[in-house]
């Protein structure tokens, strides 16, 4: 059976029932579904959420089923790729780029997801549980609908999230940030005078998911990435408003088509953003369905933008690309992370095993330059636990100078969605929090091994004693 949504919902069900929770009771699409997840969030809890009753935004209850928080954690996503919560970042990225697979053509007839076809009059985005996630954003959204468009020059595909506003039951306004590839077809397009063949699609495995995801040179093809990280070629099916040659994932739950018009552009947002922050209103252009398809009894992907269930996959994406980068030039680099708290774009944290003299200042300027979004680098050694954010403040706080370890390079190419950038450029910089090479430096304190081993918390407040005494936010 080829992996879709459901083949995983129903296997991970299997082996970790408590992870996911269904919800029976109605609620409605505007916000009370993230307010439930942030409240989740705080109490550090991300399970799958699949909602059976949404009230949509005409006030009807969906016939669809919606799941969120599919992404939103990461030992769930390295279970899915079988790698482990520390080198999923590092895995995911050698194995999409290096275990390419081309896809497969499908029948329309074979293709489940092509069970249900609508067109014309029956288009009616607002039958779907989309949500309107935050307190300012205009509208329901596609969070998680891969936007596919075709290089014209070369043919090669690109499917990746963009976000789009579903204005009307037939119309989306969709955002394509600058350095976007799905940006520089449709300039080409633009300029040739003609308009953009698109088709989003929504639910799928996880790993497809987050494959499409991947860092790719330009052109390069995402359905080749998602068939290597699945492990299988992904099966396409052609379009039906589209043109043959536009294909489409034949196992997602839905497929939206249409027509992105390069004349005209629409006021669109404001949306709660990826920086946990308010972005701002963007004339962007418009996009006329012609199609929706979908399965009898489809799931609604849904992505909780400025929260884990987004930031986390955004975050080990990039990992991979530091990882190689730095490594090359910098061969004692252990791990890399990119926390939550930076909202796992702007904040790198790279730890090193006995770094050379100059090892991590050189490793912080190559860092800086591999993504528009990376901001801020932070280097330490290997007895600092990179993973634990009260470990990475501590090494900060006493492993560096700042009239020595800081670095700032400002003017760089910075993201439009961050509230601090003004224009398109930022500051960026990194603090070297190793400890100085070939000098005696303190040790941490530390607890002889044999020691460590004997005491055992149990030998001496039984277990459910222990349960008793509150925690603390510390
Ligand atoms: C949940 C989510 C939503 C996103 N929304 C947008 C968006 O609305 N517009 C955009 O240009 N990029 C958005 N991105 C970022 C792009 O998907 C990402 O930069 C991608 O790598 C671009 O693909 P490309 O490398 O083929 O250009 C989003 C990312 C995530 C994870
Ligand atoms: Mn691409």
Request: proline share 6%.
């Amino acid at each position: 059976m080829p992996k879709d949504l459901r083949s995983y919902l129903a296997e991970y069900e299997k082996s970790q029932s408590d992870q996911v929770i269904h919800v029976e009771k109605e609620i409605g699409c505007i916000q009370e579904i993230t307010a439930l997840a942030m409240k989740l969030e705080a109490l550090q809890k991300y399970p799958v959420l699949v909602f059976h009753n949404v009230r949509t935004i005409s006030g009807r209850r969906s016939p669809f089923r919606l799941v969120t928080n599919l992404l939103a954690s990461r030992t769930r996503c390295a279970q899915a790729m079988g790698s482990t919560y520390q080198d999923v970042g590092i895995d995911y990225y050698r194995q999409a780029r290096q275990e390419k697979r081309p896809p497969v053509t499908i029948a329309g007839s074979q293709a489940p997801v092509k069970e249900v076809v609508k067109k014309g009059p029956e288009i009616d985005l607002h039958q779907f549980p989309a949500l309107v996630h935050h307190y300012m954003d205009p509208g329901p959204y596609f969070t998680a609908g891969f936007f596919t468009t075709y290089d014209p020059d070369s043919g090669i595909d690109n499917s990746a999230l963009h976000r789009g506003w579903m204005v009307e039951k037939d119309r989306i306004r969709c955002y394509l940030t600058p350095f976007s590839h799905a940006r520089s077809t449709f300039d080409k397009i633009e300029a040739a005078g003609q308009d953009m063949r698109v088709a989003y699609w929504v639910g799928h495995h996880p790993v497809a998911c987050l494959a499409a995801q991947t860092r790719l040179g330009f052109p390069e093809s995402h359905f080749e990435a998602m068939g290597g990280l699945l492990g299988e070629p992904l099966r396409l099916t052609p379009s039906e408003t589209l043109g043959e040659d536009f294909l489409v994932p034949a196992d997602a739950e839905v497929i939206v088509e249409g027509i992105l018009r390069t004349k005209g552009r629409y006021p669109e947002g404001p949306f709660g953003e990826y920086t946990g922050n308010i972005g701002p209103q963007i004339p962007n252009p418009q996009l006329e369905v012609t199609a929706i398809t979908h399965r009898k009894d489809a799931y609604w992907h849904d992505i909780l933008v400025g929260h884990a269930d987004n930031q986390v996959m955004g975050g080990f994406a990039l990992e991979g690309v530091v990882y190689e980068a730095v490594k090359q030039r910098c061969p004692n680099l252990q791990a890399v992370y990119l926390p939550l708290s930076g909202t796992c774009r702007f904040h790198v944290y790279l730890q090193f095993h006995n770094p050379r003299p100059g090892e991590a200042r050189e490793a912080i300027l190559t860092a800086l330059g591999l993504d528009y979004r990376i901001k801020h680098i932070f280097t330490f050694d290997s007895d600092i636990d990179i993973f634990d954010e009260r470990d990475v403040l501590l090494g900060v706080a006493t492993r560096s100078q700042w009239h020595k370890d800081v670095i700032v390079c400002a003017d760089l190419r910075g993201s439009e969605l961050d509230p601090s950038v003004t224009g398109a450029l930022t500051a960026k910089g990194g603090i070297d929090c190793t400890k100085p090479a070939g000098e005696g430096y303190a040790e941490r304190n530390k607890i002889d091994e044999s020691i460590w081993e004997e005491v055992q918390v149990e030998d001496f407040i039984p277990q459910e004693r222990l349960a008793r005494i509150a925690t603390e936010r510390m």
